[in-house]
């Protein structure tokens, strides 16, 4: 069975930092492109930031310059680093997973809250 557990999130002063961990189960982690996707009170989920088995990212525009993202293929674990945290920032983040020569991504984590006050 597939499992991603995330972990890091929490309460932080805007401006602050917080890295997310996702922990997977996927067997051949490597083969794996994995994302981060947030959802915000009354919005839809979003596309965050992605990172694929050559190690090419990609994010939305919003946090491009403050949040990296990066893989470590030997503990099957993927980050993402959160910096100059706005209020705007507070959702659910979800970690998931897609084989990296599909387009849609088929499994799910639980997600973990991040909360940013102002």
């Known amino acids: 069975q597939v499992h991603l557990v995330e972990s890091g999130g929490g309460l932080v002063q805007a401006g602050g930092s917080l890295r997310l961990s996702c922990a997977a189960s996927?067997?051949?982690?490597?083969?794996?492109?994995m994302g981060w996707f947030r959802q915000a009170p009354g919005k839809e989920r979003e596309f965050v930031a992605s990172?694929?088995?050559?190690?090419?990212?990609s994010y939305v525009d919003s946090v491009r310059d403050r949040f990296s993202i990066s893989r470590d293929n030997a503990k099957n674990t993927v980050y993402l680093q959160m910096n100059s945290l706005k209020p705007e920032d507070t959702a659910v983040y979800y970690c998931?997973?897609?084989?990296?020569?599909?387009?849609?991504?088929?499994?799910w984590g639980q997600g973990t809250q991040v909360t940013v006050s102002s």
């Open positions: 998931a997973a897609r084989p990296d020569a599909m387009i849609s991504y088929n499994y």
């Open positions: 996927l067997g051949t982690f490597s083969r794996y492109a």
């Open positions: 990172i694929t088995r050559s190690l090419t990212t």
